[in-house]
C-alpha cells in the first residue's frame, strides 16, 4: 500500500508539473493534462484551443479559436450545453484513450466517442482548427480515432466535411449559438436531409425547430441548385460527394494568407461567409443565405414560380392558376397554386410535358433519383406512374445524365436566370393542346412575316435570318449587300431575348459608349454575354461592323471569343462568351477583392495579356492595334486566365505598315501613348505603352491616373519613375502583398519590363515578342528613359476622360465590354 500511495503522489506531481509548464503545446499524450490558463496551438500558430467564457457570461468552456485574431472568434465549444463554473477544468486522456473534461471533482463534463483502443492515444490540434485524437505508433498520421470535425459546432472551417456518414451514423450540421453568452444550441440549425433508403435527392436546409426557412437546392453536377455563387471563384475551390457511403461538401481556401469561415447566425437566422479583414480588424460577409424573399422556403405556396425581380415576385407556373384568387391577389400566396386542367391517370399516355427552363429545382422530400437514366427513360419513368409531377436530369454537365423525378405538389421554385436548370413538368393533354394551338399561331404569323418583310418582322419582333441546320449555323452578310469574308454564326432574335430574359435589368452587366451587355444562357446551358447596340443613341455602328470583323478572325486563348451575331434593322448584338471573373479592374483596384489576387496570378495576368498582345502584333493573319488597352478591357475566366476584349477602337496593318495617323483620336485617359493623344499617330508602340501602364497597375493595385499626396502630386507613371531612380521600386507593389510571400525579383522584373514600355519614344520602347521574352527570362534588362507624362498631370480629369484633338461627336466615346457582375 506504501508503494502504491507513493506512486500515486508521483502520478499528481508529474500531472501537475505538466500543468504548468504546457501553457502553450502542440500536443497531449498520455499522463498530459491541460488545466484552465494552458492552451494547445496548431503548428503554425493558426488555432488555439483551451478554456474560455463566452460574451458577459461567468461559465468556462473548451474551445478553438483563432489565435492571431485580436477579436476572439471561436469555431468549435467542447462542453457546449455542460459548462464549468469555476476555473477547475482539467483536460487529458483516460486509461480508455479518450479525451475527456473533468471539473473539480473528477466529474465527468464532456468526452470524446472513440471505441477503438490504442496503446499511445495522442491529441492535436491542426493548422486546419481540427482537433484529433490519434495513435502515435499508427504510421498513418490521417488515421483519426476521433476528429472535431466530425462534430461542428456553429462554423463551418475548410477541410471540413458537411453533410452524412452512414457507416459512422455521423450527421455534420451546424447548429447555432443560443446567443452570444452561451454555444448551447438553441433550434436554429443547417444540415443535409435526406432519407438513403428512399432513393431521395439530398439537398440542405436551414431549419427553425422543424420549420424550413431556407433550401440549398440539390448538387447538379456544377453547383447546389439553389447557389448559383457556387461557381469558380479566386476564395475557395469546392467539391460535392456523394456514394453509398457518404454525401458531403467541402471547400478548401486557394491563399492560405486568407482567413475565412462560414458561420450559422441564431440572430439573424442566416448562413453567411465571412472573411477577416486584417487593416480594419474586422469580419466581413462575403455571401450570406437567405440572400432575398425569394430565397425564404416556399414564399410563394405551391406550384409557384418565384421571380425576384418581378412585382410581385411569385407567378403560378404555366399550367396552374392560384388555389385562392382572392388570397394571391392580396399578396397572401400561401395557398399556392392548383392545376388549370387536372391529370389523366387513366389514359397517362395523353399527358405530356412543358419544358421550364432557368429553376431552382423543387424540394426533393418528395422525390426518387437514378443515376444511371437518361432523359428519354427519365421521362417514360415519370408518365408510368399517376403520381409523377415532374422530372429533369441529377446531372446537367454536358448533355445531362441520371434522372430525378418529383412526387405532388412542387414547392420552393425560383428562377435563376443563369445558373437554373431546366424542369419538365407533367401537363394534361387539354393544356398542352393549348399551347399548341398558340404555337400555330406563331407560325402563321412566322409565314406572314416572311411575305410581308419588314411588317412582318416588326409584328413578331424578331430577327429573320437565313436558316440552315439551326439558328446558330448561319452566315453574317452585311446590311447594305457588302459581303464579309468571314463566317459568323447568327442568333434568332428570338434566342437571344429568351436568353437574357428579354435583356432584363437582373442580366445587365454594364455599360459602354455603345449601349448595354447582358449576361444570357443559351438552350443548351452555355452561357453567353451579350453587346447590344443602344436603339436610341445611334452610337457605335462603325465600331461594332469594324469589331465583328476583326474577332471573328483571330483565335486565341487570351484574347474574347466571339460566338455570333444578330443583325436586324435596329437591334445589333454581338454575342461573346461569358466571363465569370468580371474584368481585371474589378480585382486590382478593390480593396477586398485585391486581397484575393495574389501575387503570382497577378504575374500570371501580366504574362497573358503580354501574349494576347503578342498574338495581335505578330502572329495573327491580322497586324492589329487595339487602341483602347485598359484594366476594364481585359475579362478574367474561370480559372482567372485574361482575354483582352472590345475591339471596336482597333485597327488592322497591312504589309509592313508600321503606324498610321488619325485625326479622331479616342480611347481612354491615362493609358494613351503620348504621340497619340497629342499628335494621332498610333501603332504597334502605342499598345506597347497601354501594356506598361496596365502592368504599373496590376503590380500596385492603383490607377494609372490616382494622384494621392504620398505620391508626391504624382501620377502612377511618375511614381514608378522616381521609385526605380531611387532603388526603392519594391515599394510599388501593392500594399497587402509585400505582407505576404511573393516572389520579389519577379516583382521587380515587372516595374522595370513596364518602365521600358512606357518610354516617351516610341523607338525606345520593346515590341511584344521582345516584353514576352523579357517576363520570362532572368536575362539583365536595358536601363528604362524616362516616362512620358512624367511632368505633374491635371488631377481634375475623371478616370474615363477622352483626348479629342478635334470636336466630334458622341461617337467618340470609349467602348467598355462585357464588365461582368
Request: glycine share 8%; with cysteine; charged share 25%.
Amino acid at each position: 500500500m506504501a508503494s502504491f500511495g507513493f506512486m500515486l503522489m508521483v502520478v499528481v506531481v508529474f500531472l501537475f508539473l505538466f500543468q504548468s509548464v504546457f501553457s502553450a503545446v502542440y500536443s497531449v499524450g498520455s499522463f498530459q493534462s491541460i488545466g484552465d490558463g494552458n492552451t494547445i496551438v496548431s503548428k503554425e500558430g493558426s488555432f488555439e484551443l483551451g478554456f474560455f467564457s463566452p460574451g458577459n457570461a461567468n461559465s468556462r468552456y473548451v474551445g478553438i479559436w483563432y489565435r492571431n485574431i485580436r477579436v476572439r472568434t471561436v469555431v468549435w465549444v467542447a462542453n457546449r450545453c455542460n459548462p464549468i463554473n469555476d476555473s477547475s477544468g482539467l483536460l487529458t486522456i483516460n486509461s480508455a484513450g479518450n479525451l475527456v473534461l473533468l471539473s473539480h471533482n473528477n466529474s465527468l463534463v464532456w468526452s470524446t466517442n472513440s471505441s477503438e483502443q490504442t496503446k499511445k492515444p495522442i491529441v492535436q490540434l491542426l493548422d486546419s482548427g481540427n482537433l484529433i485524437l490519434r495513435d502515435e505508433e499508427d504510421g498513418n498520421a490521417e488515421n483519426y480515432l476521433w476528429q472535431s470535425f466530425d462534430y461542428p459546432s456553429d462554423t463551418f472551417l475548410a477541410g471540413m466535411k458537411f453533410g452524412w456518414h452512414s457507416r459512422k451514423g455521423l450527421n455534420q450540421r451546424l447548429s447555432a449559438w443560443k446567443n452570444w453568452n452561451d454555444p448551447c444550441p438553441r433550434d436554429l440549425t443547417f444540415g443535409f436531409e435526406f432519407d438513403p433508403q428512399l432513393h431521395t435527392y439530398p439537398e440542405a436546409f436551414i431549419l427553425k425547430g422543424t420549420t424550413k426557412l431556407y433550401r440549398t437546392g440539390p448538387w447538379n453536377g456544377l453547383r447546389l441548385s439553389g447557389a448559383p455563387e457556387l461557381m469558380p471563384n479566386p476564395l475557395y475551390d469546392f467539391n460535392f460527394v456523394d456514394n453509398d457511403g457518404e454525401v458531403y461538401y467541402v471547400y478548401n481556401l486557394k491563399n492560405k494568407s486568407v482567413i475565412s469561415r462560414i458561420v450559422l447566425n441564431q440572430t439573424t437566422s442566416s448562413r453567411d461567409r465571412l472573411i477577416w479583414i486584417d487593416a480594419e480588424q474586422t469580419w466581413r460577409t462575403y455571401s450570406s443565405l437567405p440572400r432575398d424573399e425569394c430565397d425564404k422556403y416556399a414564399v410563394c405556396g405551391a406550384n409557384a414560380n418565384c421571380m425576384i425581380n418581378d412585382n410581385p415576385i411569385c407567378q403560378c407556373l404555366k399550367g396552374f392558376k392560384p388555389k385562392s384568387q382572392e388570397k394571391w391577389n392580396s399578396m397572401d400566396w400561401s395557398d399556392g397554386c392548383v392545376r388549370n386542367y387536372p391529370l389523366n391517370c387513366t389514359v397517362k399516355h395523353e399527358d405530356g410535358f412543358i419544358k421550364f427552363l432557368s429553376l431552382k429545382v423543387p424540394d426533393t422530400s418528395h422525390s426518387w433519383i437514378n443515376k444511371s437514366m437518361d432523359l428519354n427513360e427519365c421521362r417514360v419513368k415519370c408518365l408510368s406512374d399517376c403520381s409523377c409531377m415532374a422530372y429533369t436530369n441529377t446531372d446537367i454537365r454536358g448533355q445531362g445524365s441520371g434522372c430525378v423525378i418529383w412526387f405532388g405538389d412542387l414547392l420552393d421554385i425560383r428562377n435563376f436566370p443563369n445558373e437554373g436548370q431546366d424542369l419538365f413538368i407533367r401537363m394534361s393533354h387539354l393544356e398542352l393542346g393549348k399551347a399548341d394551338s398558340k404555337r400555330r399561331v406563331v407560325i402563321v404569323l412566322a409565314v406572314i412575316g416572311s411575305v410581308f418583310g419588314v411588317f412582318g418582322v416588326l409584328l413578331l419582333g424578331y430577327c429573320i435570318c437565313r436558316r440552315r441546320s439551326n439558328d446558330r449555323n448561319e452566315t453574317l452578310s452585311q446590311n447594305e449587300g457588302e459581303e464579309e469574308d468571314l463566317e459568323l454564326p447568327l442568333f434568332n432574335l428570338s434566342t437571344i431575348a429568351a436568353a437574357t430574359e428579354n435583356f432584363s435589368l437582373y442580366n445587365k452587366l454594364g455599360e459602354g459608349g455603345f449601349g448595354p451587355v447582358y449576361r444570357g444562357k443559351l438552350e443548351d446551358g452555355q452561357e453567353i454575354a451579350v453587346k447590344r447596340l443602344s436603339i436610341s443613341s445611334g452610337q457605335g455602328i462603325k465600331e461594332l461592323k469594324n469589331e465583328v470583323k476583326l474577332i471573328a478572325k483571330l483565335q486565341h486563348r487570351n484574347l474574347v471569343k466571339l460566338i455570333g451575331s444578330c443583325i436586324q434593322e435596329e437591334e445589333k448584338l454581338l454575342v461573346y462568351e461569358y466571363m465569370p471573373n468580371k474584368s481585371l479592374d474589378s480585382f486590382i483596384f478593390d480593396k477586398k477583392q485585391g486581397k484575393l489576387l495574389e501575387w503570382s496570378k497577378r504575374f500570371q495576368i501580366i504574362c497573358g495579356i503580354a501574349r494576347g498582345l503578342q498574338y495581335l502584333h505578330q502572329d495573327s493573319r491580322l497586324r492589329v492595334i487595339h487602341r483602347d488597352l485598359k484594366a476594364s478591357n481585359v475579362l478574367l475566366d474561370n480559372e482567372m486566365n485574361p482575354k483582352i476584349s472590345d475591339f471596336g477602337l482597333a485597327r488592322t496593318f497591312g504589309g509592313d505598315q508600321t503606324e498610321e495617323k488619325t485625326s479622331r483620336v479616342i480611347g481612354t485617359y491615362g493609358y494613351m501613348a503620348p504621340e497619340y493623344a497629342l499628335d494621332g499617330l498610333f501603332s504597334i508602340k502605342s499598345d506597347v505603352f497601354s501594356f506598361g501602364i496596365l502592368v504599373l497597375e496590376i503590380v500596385s493595385g492603383k490607377k494609372s491616373r490616382g494622384f494621392l499626396p504620398e505620391n508626391h502630386g504624382l501620377a502612377l507613371i511618375g511614381q514608378a519613375w522616381k521609385l526605380h531612380k531611387e532603388d526603392s521600386a519594391f515599394e510599388l507593389l501593392d500594399k497587402h502583398l509585400r505582407e505576404s510571400d511573393n516572389n520579389p525579383k519577379q516583382v521587380l522584373r515587372c516595374i522595370h519590363v513596364g518602365l521600358l514600355c512606357v518610354q516617351q519614344s516610341p523607338v525606345d520602347r520593346p515590341d511584344m515578342s521582345s516584353v514576352v521574352v523579357m517576363l520570362g527570362s532572368e536575362s539583365e534588362l536595358a536601363q528604362p528613359k524616362p516616362p512620358g507624362y512624367f511632368t505633374k498631370m491635371d488631377s481634375a480629369k475623371g478616370d474615363n476622360s477622352l483626348i479629342k484633338p478635334e470636336s466630334s461627336s458622341t461617337n467618340d466615346m470609349s467602348i467598355s465590354l462585357l464588365e461582368a457582375r
